[in-house]
Each structure stands twice: as structure tokens, then as C-alpha cells.
């Protein structure tokens, strides 16, 4: 059993995640509202793809955007060197 290949059939999970930004229109893209962030900000300080985040094109694009805002009047770290947790 040298050439033991493991087929893992991988599952697509197509429950469509929808934008939470589009679901609730209560949440806002704000880069002073540090906390809805968060979310989008890997433990390293990146930016989740969308692919993961699940947001639309827009709303990832303005997420986007308020997390480099953020970044630039230091709210969030562009590192995890400079985590506070
Ligand atoms: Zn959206």
C-alpha cells in the first residue's frame, strides 16, 4: 500500500452566504466602527478574500477600504505585531 491515494470527495457546500452587509442594512462600512471590521481581518492582520467573508462586490470593496483607512489612523494593525489582543 505504497501508492495509497486518498481521494477525499470534497463536499461544495452551495448554501449561498449572503452579504451580511446587503442581508442588514444596519450595519455600517465605517472605519471608525472597529468591532464589524474585525471580522474582515484575518488573526494576521490581512484582509479576508471574499471568497470567505461572503460579502458582495461592493460591500467588500467598501470594507475594504474602511479597513485601510482604519490602518492608516492606526484603529487596526496592518500586522500582528502590533495586535492589542
Ligand atoms: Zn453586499
Do not use: W
Not at 39 to 59: D, L, M, Q, W, Y
Amino acid at each position: 500500500m505504497a501508492n495509497e491515494r486518498k481521494f477525499v470527495p470534497r463536499r461544495r457546500f452551495t448554501r449561498r452566504k449572503v452579504c451580511r452587509f446587503c442581508a442588514d442594512s444596519s450595519l455600517k462600512i465605517d472605519y471608525k466602527e472597529v468591532r464589524n471590521l474585525r471580522f474582515f481581518i484575518s488573526e494576521r492582520g490581512k484582509i479576508v478574500p471574499r471568497r470567505i467573508s461572503g460579502n458582495c462586490a461592493i460591500h467588500q470593496r467598501k470594507v475594504t477600504e474602511a479597513i485601510k483607512q482604519a490602518r492608516n489612523i492606526a484603529i487596526l494593525p496592518f500586522t500582528s505585531a502590533h495586535s492589542l489582543d
